[in-house]
């Protein structure tokens, strides 16, 4: 059974720094082959993607967090990551990591990032 664990969320000042992790139990060839991606729901709004890295390691982030998150992955860990700085009131969210590949869709439960002062 996949299982995809998300971690690293919390409260921040804005204007702070958090780093996300998305840890997939899955085959490191089954993680090195999917694409993995960063979402978020605020309270009220459509679940949206942050980022997305492909198998190759190119990258795409939504317009509000472009210059201020980075996607990344280490595929001999099978985990993710998304860096995101200069944190602001619009960024507070859960968080989920989806992994996907040629045997399936997998979602983590999230993480809560809350930004506030």
């Known amino acids: 059974q996949v299982r995809i664990v998300e971690s690293g969320g919390g409260l921040v000042q804005p204007g702070g720094s958090l780093r996300l992790s998305c840890a997939a139990s899955?085959?490191?060839?089954?993680?090195?082959?999917?694409?993995v991606g960063w979402y978020r729901q605020a309270p009220g709004k459509q679940r949206e993607r942050v980022a997305i890295?492909?198998?190759?390691?190119?990258?795409n982030y939504a317009d509000s967090v472009k210059g201020r998150f980075t996607i990344s992955r280490d595929n001999a860990k099978n985990t993710a990551y998304l860096q995101m700085e200069s944190l602001n009131s619009e960024d507070t969210a859960v968080y989920s990591c989806?992994?996907?590949?040629?045997?399936?869709?997998?979602w983590g439960q999230g993480t809560q990032v809350t930004v506030s002062s």
């Open positions: 899955v085959s490191v060839g089954m993680f090195r082959g999917a694409v």
């Open positions: 890295i492909t198998r190759d390691g190119s990258t």
């Open positions: 989806n992994v996907n590949n040629l045997f399936g869709n997998y």
